[in-house]
């Protein structure tokens, strides 16, 4: 059974910085791409940034130039770097796996249990 275990979610003041970690566990074939999600209450889960395994990242409008997503392979840990953070980016942040648990056969969505991340002004 695949797990994504999130960690580093916290309070902090507008302008600074977090950083967020998701580890991935438990038998696969492949990480096809890790992705950070946030939600607020009342609002749908939205995609903050997504890093393809060996290509592109996609980042919302409403992040670039402030976060950062990456991965390490050797570790199977995402994440995602925060930066000049303000009140708006207050949300639960949810870690995303897209996994092929075979060679062969389709790949299957996981999801952390969130990580809540507090902006005070």
């Known amino acids: 059974q695949v797990q994504l275990v999130e960690s580093g979610g916290d309070l902090v003041q507008a302008g600074g910085s977090l950083r967020l970690s998701c580890a991935v566990s438990g038998s696969l074939f492949r990480i096809n791409y890790m992705a950070w999600y946030r939600q607020v209450p009342g609002k749908e889960r939205e995609l903050v940034a997504r890093?393809?395994?060996?290509?592109?990242?996609n980042y919302a409008e409403s992040v670039k130039g402030r976060f950062t997503i990456w991965t390490e392979a050797a570790t199977l840990t995402a994440y995602l770097q925060m930066n000049n953070l303000a009140p708006e980016d207050t949300a639960v942040y949810y870690c995303?796996?897209?996994?092929?648990?075979?060679?062969?056969?389709?790949?299957?969505?996981?999801w952390g249990q969130g990580t809540q991340v507090t902006v005070s002004l």
């Open positions: 995303n796996a897209d996994v092929s648990l075979e060679r062969f056969g389709p790949s299957y969505q996981y």
């Open positions: 890093v393809y395994t060996g290509g592109p990242t």
